[in-house]
């Protein structure tokens, strides 16, 4: 949701905030816009559209400067239009900001700034509240740093930002609240950014800011304060991430790449957490047998396709570790008053680890006394830093917005968890807990025979390219499989797709059929396998098009559905790691096909920082 890239140094401050911007475009993408102090300006440019059209302008018309901010927008508050994109300046031009997050009470500064300062706001962000109160408290104080602690003092809400004046050309002022926000370091320079990629070229000494913290840096020097002004300590940490996992590496999208790594990404989350002997060792995870015995009540709390994950993770650790689970999305959680005490452990899944969502509902949680263990991909992330517990996936950089490798290496995470409660807690046997590692083990193999049989799923995929709706059904854990194949579908391909648990299409959904519409069926799990191949005939006899997914050798499905996709025969826990690929493969050739922007999705972002 938003990204900014801020520049203090002795390169090209432009060409630095682009570079930065575009590795972050993935958060917004609908506008962006730079500002640049040449000396005796700001030079500001702003854009609609994709940030190649920003960067087309700043190639013809160059910014000179060394001192500069910039920012990728998914719009909150007004359209996305050249004046509403970002950076927002004051009605001097003497001051610049760029914002990730929400001004909450931006109404309230607003009415203050036009009635009694007399402001005219040219935008219908709430953003541009901040550009003005710096430029008042500036005009106050002569004090850059000062007048950005004042200002902080009266915004509520999330805000990451950069702040840079025009008679500054070596000061930038970066504020962290509820938005992420690192800064790296070098002799001389100073880059910030919403996210780490964007800074690794030019060093991996960064800095990860904490909520209300203040980062001031002029001339080479760097300086942190809370919002009182408190000098802190910090020290920077050496980050150790490739930069070429960040990139397409030879494929044409981000999300064909990011499928086809499941099988090495799997393969490295479960490897990564098992010891010498072969038994599962949580680093991050301090959850003791007594723990275990006191916790009544588990909670899984995630957005989107992570909440997905959650679905799966719920039937297993029931299955295993024999507590009750609630899966439940963050957005609405956090406002029906849970019942969570010290007995209750919540698990929170986020690829991003700065879903806004997810966020609170940690922070109310641990309020109210419960453990919280996070499953996340990117280490130092808000909710990595603030839980009590973290697993980590080792998924790597998931660039594309459509989730793919990280929702199989979070079902990976809360299977391993399962098994390790489980064995702690002596619900499983010795036998069980070593043939399902063996049998995660495995599954890079099985995903691996699944990817190869692409050219199946894009001659499926031909068939949904001209639908309207199209429909996944599943029982037990494939009804929660089905959410995510229809979420694929639908984010990336704009096919309206609607997951039902299949016992219940009788009950309403079925009304929806029509002569040739797409019904994926997902019949994998061995004990539900022929009520599933009735419900497919139901929907087949009412016209549907049938594609079943099923594990090989259940023939019988082949006789019912017009199309089949077998995967390799596998646990019935565990085959809906299996059955997800063709699913991701389909709704992404359906996109292709249709000629749309795979990675970057019409309405959508990757890290959605607002609530
Ligand atoms: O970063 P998170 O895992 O917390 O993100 C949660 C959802 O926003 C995310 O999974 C979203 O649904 C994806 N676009 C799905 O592909």
Redesign the pocket.
Known sequence: MCGIVGYLGNKNASEVILNGLSKLEYRGYDSAGIAVNTGSCLDIRKKSGRLAILADDVTKIKMDGTLGIGHTRWATHGEPTDVNAHPHFSENKEIAIVHNGIIENYLELKEELTHKYGVKFLTQTDSEVVAHLVDKFYKEEKDLLEAVKNTVKKLRGAFALLIIAKDRPDEIVAVRQDSPLVAGVAEGEVVFASDVSAILEYTRDIFYLDNGEIFYSKAGKNQIFDFDGNKIDKESVYVDLSLEAASKGGYDYFMEKEIYEQPRVIAETIERRLDENGDIKLDNIYISKEDLDNINKIYII?????YHAGLLGKYAIEKLVKVPVIADIASEFRYSDPMIDKNTLVIL???????AD?LSVLREAEQKGARVLSITNVVGSSIARESHDVFYTWAGPEIS???TK?YTTQIVSLYMIALDFAIKKGTITKEYYRDMIDKLRGVSKKVEKVLDKKDEYREIAKKFIKSQSAFYIGRGVDSGLAMEGA??LK?ISYVHAEAFSAGELKHGPIALLEEGTPVIAIATQSKLFEKMVSNIQEVKARGAYVVAIAQEGNDLVSKTANDVIFVPQEDDLIVPILAVVPMQLIAFYVSVLRGLDVDKPRN?AK??TVE
């Open positions: 995630a957005c989107g396709t992570a899944v986020s690829q991003s680890g700065e879903t997810t917005v459509a989730s990280a979420l694929k984010e959508l890290s959605v």
